[in-house]
């Protein structure tokens, strides 16, 4: 489904040239849940960018179902996201002048549906996170929590082939991350693709597979049962 | 690119964004354009109004819609009679003022005057009317300062021009000559070729029309007598048409006549002195420019409001592009909101244009020493400006969304610079 082959991101800083990925071979299968863990700096959540291409590598090969990103232009790409991705990120990533209802709405219009076709689309997806009460609320006038919940609906609402998931429980409290697993464990029952970056063991254990980075670099492969 | 897909999104976020941004922020936005609006059409309205005035003051109070008067080499209008009579026949003639016009001298204060002191003289044009005919044309009537206007019957009465007496001269110049210690009911030298009378100053003219101001007015019978003329040949005949009657088409029929043969004729516009027609140029000028500048700082306003709206929104708007909506989308969203703010701005200074300034200096014009200086907005340019306004924004708001949108997502997304 998506395989990473000898990738490397390298930053330029001042004249200062920083690796963060020193050739990652990566390939996660359709239905799989993954979490990549490593110690703050090691690389993972430069590596879920350059997969999920909201960042272009140095060097090295990123295949998505059989087709090479580097052969991608921009708007393939923005297409690509839209129609294949769906991301979560550590700070929700809400529009903030947009209610739950129209911040899970906006993806499904960009992609062609009806309006009324999106509305039902998005207030399922937010039912199905358990915000089916909260569809006009703005994201301000939520708790963490329930906003990480809105992204999570946004992100899945159409039935996107892999969930990006950048360390969607840190913000949030352990009651709030909790319920943020069941969420991600119900969607991976249902076959959904997750990859995920965590700091928390705890959460690493709900994913088949958790994949430790350090220094740019995947130091080891674990799988759970 | 502007696909309707795109055109769709960007509509959906606008919308949202100005609904859902801070009124103050709004208010302010609007504010701006209010004022950028009033800087375009009110500065170039005024510099010709200005103009306008005056045109107006010489049209109404001077040449009326047609003057026909006397050719450089003639004496007077030849066979006045008949023109008379023609011009009276055309239907679209509504009414029309006889005029005779002769140099003359005025002396005052030469009862007192000391064998060494210089007499008070004045040079002017001396214009002889038919009070009841020219006040139905020019409303002469109502332009009387001080005293009374003049009636047909009035022997040895004159109307003198504010500007021939000193008290209200504006410049304090000893070779500007002006009559001293003259007002209503002095008695003067009034001097046309070589006839001399007393006269009594009956009234006093207040104009922005140097034609009036400058010259003296004395019921038509009277000056004949002093000119020794009994042909029944006159100076200038000014025609006022019916409303909604074209000067040029009456023009038109009086040369086809061969008037031109005996008199010259004009139309009001023709007959606009040369330094306004000047005036006119250099305004319209100065108007151009005004409204260009105005339109550059609108466009920069609009540049600099949308450009700190989308950098200070540059995570979102990487967060947008990140979860697949087009940059293209983005950008009209932008577009949208410039031209929610420059019609709304627009609107409000129409309606403060039409409904508040226009009224305003049309009951209290500027008092401009030429004009009675008013706002001139026609609907045409107005709405011209509006486009242009809009037009101007649309790019502003689409130039700065374009430069935040085409930053990485990733760097946005993360607030890197």
Known sequence: ?225 | MFSGLNIRIGFFLAVRQIKRASLWTTSLIIFVMVLTFLNLVVVSGILVGLIEGSINAWHTQYTSDVIISTLPDKKYIEGSPNLIALIKSLPEVEQISARYSEGATLEANYKTKKATEKPNLVGTQIVGINPEDENAVTFLASRIKEGSYLKSGDYDEVLLGKYLLAQYVPVDDPNFAALQKTTVGTKIRLTVGKVTREVTVKGIIDSKVDSLTRNVFMVDSQLRSMIGRSDGNVDQIIVKLTPGADPIALKETLLRSGVDRGARVQTYADAQPQFLKDIINTFNMLGTGFSSIGLIVASITIFIVVFINAYTRRKFIGILKGIGITGKAIEISYVFQSIFYALVGSTIGLLLVYLLLVPLFLAHPIDFPFSDGILVAPVGQTIFRVFLLVFATVIAGYLPAWMIVRRNTLDSILGRN
């Open chain 1, 1 to 225: 489904m998506i395989k990473t082959k000898n990738l490397i991101k390298t930053f330029q800083t001042g004249g200062i040239e920083t690796k963060v990925l020193r050739g990652i071979d990566f390939e996660a299968k359709s239905g799989e849940f993954i979490a990549i863990m490593g110690r703050s700096g090691a690389g993972k959540s430069t590596f879920l960018y350059q997969m999920s291409l909201l960042d272009e590598p140095t060097e090295g090969d990123i295949m998505i179902d059989g087709k090479d990103s580097a052969a991608m232009t921009a708007e393939e790409k923005t297409g690509f996201r839209l129609e294949k991705f769906g991301y979560v990120f550590q700070d929700y990533a809400l529009l903030p002048e947009l209610t739950a209802l129209e911040n899970v709405l906006l993806p499904l219009l960009m992609q062609g549906r009806s309006r009324q076709s999106a509305s039902e689309l998005a207030a399922t997806a937010l039912a199905s996170v358990g915000l089916g009460d909260h569809l006009h609320q703005l994201p301000g006038e939520l708790s963490g929590g329930e906003q990480q919940r809105v992204a999570i609906a946004r992100a899945v609402a159409h039935s996107p082939r892999i969930l990006f998931a950048d360390e969607p429980t840190a913000n949030l409290d352990r009651q709030a991350s909790a319920r943020i697993m069941e969420i991600f464990t119900d969607l991976h029952r249902k076959g959904q693709t997750i990859i995920m970056i965590t700091h928390e063991d705890e959460y690493a254990k709900f994913a088949e597979r958790v994949i430790q980075i350090d220094e740019g670099r995947i130091v080891s492969v674990q799988l759970n049962q």
